[in-house]
């Protein structure tokens, strides 16, 4: 599905799990398949995958596969969903945290600054808040923090001063409208820049992202048998740091083993190919044989 999504470090994630023909995997970001297609080519018969995503999109585009187990939901639940599709635990977890292409391309889900849209922003139908309730519901001061910590955003308090200034007069319940509000802030020469740190925090806020992945890590190193492999790939700094502690965290506590000294990077023909991977980090550990408590 390269229309759908162009997955990242595709190769050298796939490789890192050191897949097992008969064996059992997660791809806990679905997204457009790409991952998973790839698992599927070397498993055999007796191998299955299962394929975690929140997004119906996602899953609409999952391949007709006896070996593959489709699964909405949200990866934080991957222990759960290992159980309840019949194994005590499998043998490697791969975790793409990137927003697909087609999420950010599809202008009605509202990812996107590029495009007229309601403030929406949800992974999933199924959640009850939106990027519109954020922007209007939101205190000046959460709107800060949120800007701050999730985005970066330079220039966070103004920001949010100049969005509480603006719902004042008229609800901002479009992408013009909020860009509207906040252009007397962002900068002339690199509007994209600002805007996307924006967006990102906003998205990160809607969809719980950094709860999630929180609860994500211990519950897919507990998923993993002896000798399981565990590789995620971070796009900021936010979540490498959450991925990057939790390893560090089950490595110090006899869990996990580093297979990756150092995240491995994209090559430049990749992040030439595709710009979305020019920030990607892969990170990999193998579960030791030590009871999880």
Request: charged letters at 25%; one cysteine or more.
């Amino acid at each position: 599905m390269s229309d759908y999504h162009t997955p990242v470090l595709l190769q050298e994630s796939v490789s890192a799990l050191s897949i097992k023909p008969s064996g059992v995997y997660v791809d806990a970001t679905f997204g457009g398949g790409g991952h998973s297609r790839a698992i599927l080519q070397q498993l055999s018969a007796k191998g299955r995958l299962i394929a975690i995503d929140q997004d119906s999109d996602a899953l609409a585009g999952a391949p007709d596969d006896k070996r593959l187990i489709p699964v909405r939901s949200n990866f934080r639940f991957v222990h759960n969903w290992v159980r309840r599709s019949g194994f005590t635990n499998v043998d490697g977890i791969l975790a793409d945290l990137g927003v697909s292409s087609h999420q950010f391309d599809t202008a009605e889900r509202g990812f996107s600054f590029r495009f007229d849209s309601d403030l929406d922003m949800r992974m999933s139908d199924r959640a009850s808040r939106t990027a519109k309730d954020v922007v209007n519901g939101y205190t000046e001061e959460a709107l800060e923090r949120i800007f701050r910590e999730y985005g970066e955003v330079k220039g966070s308090r103004q920001a949010a001063r100049l969005i509480c200034s603006a719902r004042a007069a008229n609800p901002l319940n479009t992408t013009t409208e909020l860009n509207a509000a906040l252009e007397g802030i962002t900068p002339k020469a690199a509007p994209h820049k600002f805007l996307a740190k924006v967006y990102q925090a906003l998205r990160i806020e809607v969809n719980d992202e950094m709860k999630a992945l929180e609860r994500f890590m211990p519950m897919a190193i507990k998923s993993l048998g002896e000798g399981g492999i565990l590789a995620v790939i971070t796009y900021h700094s936010l979540e490498d740091r959450i991925v990057k502690n939790a390893v560090r965290d089950a490595v110090s506590a006899g869990l996990l083993e580093k297979v990756t000294a150092k995240p491995v990077l994209p090559r430049e023909e990749e992040i030439q190919q595709n710009t979305r991977a020019r920030s990607a980090k892969l990170r990999v550990a193998k579960r030791t044989g030590m009871m999880y408590k």
